[in-house]
């Protein structure tokens, strides 16, 4: 028996009710709903419903749509479609898929260009667009704040890193964010969350603001430059920092991590994580007390950092147990995955620094939060231009489903 294959479009003011009575019409002539989708924008549908049918009944399917469309005062328009257009279809939607979630400050206009002009040259079609931040205020003068969307891209994968490379280039041209993921199913069930602590969590660089307490800031910038240049391993430079901090008291331990500041964001982005069931973790080079003094304050799940001996109610300069460097970092965030029984395609880190690099390289997504060049060349995924709370857009939560989340509904 032979069948065509239409593609019904609607647009119009939307109603409801409409979805109902044009399903009623392909349901009464037997057609086959091979696609459909939708979306409204300021009340006003678009509408597209790929179907099969039986040849016979083609022309009283279109008259019948055609009458239900025109009752509801929308404007309807149908496409026969061959079958090689079809199988090309169908061939196209088995393409690697990528969501790419873009952030920007005001009306968003030249970065929605210059990242849309990209994905066109780089031969990446976009299937969907969905806003993730409230919508702004229309008012003569008003802007928004910032606006974030997330498009669901696919097309071939081979030019992808060329793709991020020039995405990164209009990025700190126009002073947008934006990340690029494979689009799997791990990618919306993220469950780990891990943070380096100094420059990321907090504002402060701990030790440094130790030293000019204690009189050695000077000498402690001079190894830590050292360490930057690649002269000394950081394990050298941290046990060489911390034996300046000799004779200090505990107590300006003590005062100094009362006093930190938490970056922008983070207050938000932790509470919302909580909500949503995330597991989070602090792995920092830093200081264990720091460490633990926000994890009290903040709820996190874990907290591994370095010790200071302490004897008689000062530091001695020394480290106690293993320091994290780098490497054990990775190595840290592996064995929290490992203990929560969470892939590691399910986790997420964020740090500045270069020693923060395996840690990103070894989640399933890594973010340059405020970093250097070559640490936001390096990451996948880079923050430049907003709080840690914009973590929450690369997994794919919305405004609303962050209000929702901090204001206690279900």
């Not at 037997?30 to 009340?43: C, E, K, M, R, S």
């Not at 020039?166 to 964010?177: G, P, R, Y």
């Not at 909500?275 to 709820?299: M, P």
């Amino acid at each position: 028996m032979a069948h065509e294959i239409l593609l019904i479009n609607v647009s119009g003011q939307d109603k409801p009710g409409l979805m109902s009575e044009l399903t009623a019409s392909l349901s009464e002539y037997n057609a086959h709903i091979l696609d459909v989708g939708q979306a409204v924008i300021h009340n006003e549908l678009a509408l597209g419903i790929l179907v099969r049918v039986e040849a016979a009944q083609t022309g009283q399917l279109i008259k019948q749509v055609m009458f239900r469309a025109n009752e509801a005062g929308a404007t309807l328009r149908v496409s026969n479609v061959t079958d090689a257009d079809y199988r090309q279809w169908l061939q196209a939607s088995g393409q690697t898929r990528y969501i790419l979630t873009l952030l920007a400050n005001g009306d968003g206009s030249e970065p929605m260009h210059a990242v849309s002009t990209l994905t066109h040259e780089f031969g990446l079609n976009i299937d969907t667009v969905r806003r993730l931040t409230d919508r702004g205020d229309a008012s003569l003068g008003g802007r928004r704040e910032r606006l974030c969307v997330e498009m669901r891209v696919r097309g071939r994968s081979a030019e992808i890193s060329a793709l991020r490379s020039q995405l990164m280039q209009s990025a700190e041209h126009l002073n947008f964010d934006f990340s690029l993921q494979e689009d799997t199913v791990f990618r919306r069930n993220r469950r780990l969350v891990a943070f380096d602590m100094d420059s990321t969590l907090i504002t402060e660089e701990v030790i440094d603001e130790l030293a000019k307490r204690h009189g050695v800031g000077d000498a402690v910038s001079a190894i830590t430059a050292q360490a930057m240049a690649g002269e000394i391993d950081f394990q050298e430079s941290f046990r060489r920092r911390a034996a300046l901090l000799q004779g200090m008291p505990v107590e300006v331990l003590q005062q100094v991590a009362e006093g930190v500041q938490l970056n922008t964001g983070a207050t938000r982005l932790l509470r919302a994580l909580r909500h949503f069931g995330y597991k989070t973790a602090v792995i920092s080079g830093g200081f264990q007390y720091v460490g633990e003094h926000l994890q009290t304050r903040l709820g996190i799940d874990y907290v591994y950092a370095n010790a200071l001996v302490v004897r008689d109610g000062v530091m001695t300069g020394e480290v106690d147990g293993a320091i994290v460097d780098a490497a054990r970092k990775a190595d840290l965030l592996r064995e929290i995955a490992l203990k929560e029984d969470i892939a590691l395609a399910q986790t997420i880190a964020i740090g500045d620094g270069a020693n923060d690099l395996p840690m990103l390289a070894a989640a399933g997504l890594g973010v340059a939060f405020h970093a250097k060049a070559v640490v936001r060349e390096t990451a996948s995924h880079a923050i430049s231009n907003f709080g840690l709370d914009a973590v929450l857009y690369l997994i794919g939560f919305s405004d609303r489903d962050i209000n929702q989340a901090l204001s206690g509904d279900n």
